[in-house]
């Protein structure tokens, strides 16, 4: 079925990426580094259905080609932690085939980046053939009309007038400058060092000891960067993935739906259960059930067993797929997280003569690195699938799983003593119940010859009434089998007895005849 899932995250160098490697990754391609140096080979790499690059009417059209957008996008970053990239990872609905999910994507991400000025780079994945997802790749730094990079975050000084404190970027303060309002350096003033102005500090004789004038710590961020980077605008981008995949499930006539809502707001806020009943109740909190006396008791509480077995396997075997590919993903993540370390620390010892040993390091680093982002988008869709929230959530369903299969152990062991106890006692009640002598055997018998007519002609029509077109002569046999053998009734004595019963009852009606009549018989036969 389909399901919603949108994650959300950022490429930056201070986690150890770079946008060159994200993308040559995501599209199984070699793309060379400019920033660092470094080869990412990734064209062995497998699942692949396909990819594209999306970009806005100003970006240059050698942008096109993956290489150089990614190669201009690290060149405007300088520092060693720049936000490179924001990067999506959603699932594609399987019940769509590949051209309905290209062109799902393409319109979602051309309505949603490409025409807010964002540059795309996406690609479509499915390693198993039951896992369609994509990855979305976006630039993050706003584009001016001639296709050059706008500022994320420009530089805001705090200046001070009157008292009172005001951020300007350097193309206000030119304005702001003429109409009082000063910079604030750092003084030292004693054994303090404090922010004043220079007319301030000029005034008392102290001395300046920072170059730097007072700023915000962040800057001030572009009005494009800030609504794209917003909470809000992630929320909008996370509805309208579930309304473009909605109107493309009903386009091609496929009843599914997905929902972008957190499973609490839509009123989901347990884990996933069963219904337990009586049975599986009373098993766990007084261990076995009490022998039964009654067969139908025993046959109720064995149907039920059945019952309760089968919603159990239905739980467990939608959820064992999802337990071991998440199990499976944890372990593989939890290995690459280690190899990274110990690249780390090898890269560490490396000495900084060795140029290529640290080459050949820091591609051995970015390509685990992307491994491990990879896996903490399967295992995160896992998660979502499963409808839990976290890790933790994910232990609980294991462990609850595992409930789940002593369940059935101990129903199966339940099911055997019912069957056992339902033997024994079906052997008593024939033996109790149908044990009269020879004489209310006879007497038994006959009775029940002639009242079983009326009372099976009643029933069958009853039964053809409720059935209609579906009554089943072969059924209706099986049954009145079943009520002989219960009855431990013989078939062939039942049927001898009733000839017997009907010959006598002929012979009554003859010898009860008027001589008259009998005399006309006599004539007749002789």
Known sequence: MAIYHMQAKVVSRGSGRSAV????????????????????????????????????????????????????????????????????VVALPIELDKDSNISLLQNFIQKNFVDMGMCADFAIHDTDGHNPHAHILLTVRPLNENGTWQYKTEKEYLCIKNGEEKGFTATEFKAAQKDGWEKQYRYKVGKKKIYMTASDAQEKGYNRIDKHPKSSRYGRQNPISEQWNSDEQLCIWRANWADTVNEMLALNQINASVDHRSFADQGITEQPTIHEGYIAQNMEKKGMIADRCEINRQIRADNHNEMQKEVIHDWMNHFNPILNKYNTVKKKLKAKVTERKELNVEKEKTSILNPIQHIKLNQQLTTVTEEIEELKSRKEQLIFQAQCSTDKDMTNLSKKYDQMNNNLD????????????????????????????????????????????????????????????????HRRDIAANEVDYLNVED???????????????????RRNQPARTKKKSYDIEL
């Open 21 to 88: 490697a994200a993308s040559a990754y995501m599209s199984c391609s070699r793309m060379y580094n400019d920033y660092d140096g470094i080869q990412h080979d990734y064209t062995r790499k497998h699942g692949l259905i396909y990819q594209e690059v999306l970009l806005p009417p100003m970006a240059p059209p050698e942008w096109k080609d993956r290489e150089q957008l990614w190669n201009a996008v690290e060149a405007a970053e300088k520092t060693k932690d720049s936000r490179l990239a924001r990067e999506f």
């Open 410 to 473: 101990i129903l199966d062991s339940q099911d055997i003593s019912l069957k056992k106890q339902l033997k024994k006692d079906a052997a008593a009640f024939r033996e109790e119940k149908f044990r009269p002598d020879p004489e209310q055997y006879t007497e038994l018998l006959d009775t029940r010859i002639q009242i079983r007519p009326d009372f099976r002609d009643k029933l069958i029509e009853q039964l053809k009434g409720t059935f209609g077109k579906y009554y089943d002569y």
């Open 491 to 509: 078939p062939d004595v039942f049927s001898h007895r009733a000839w017997e019963l009907e010959y006598q009852r002929k012979r009554e009606i």
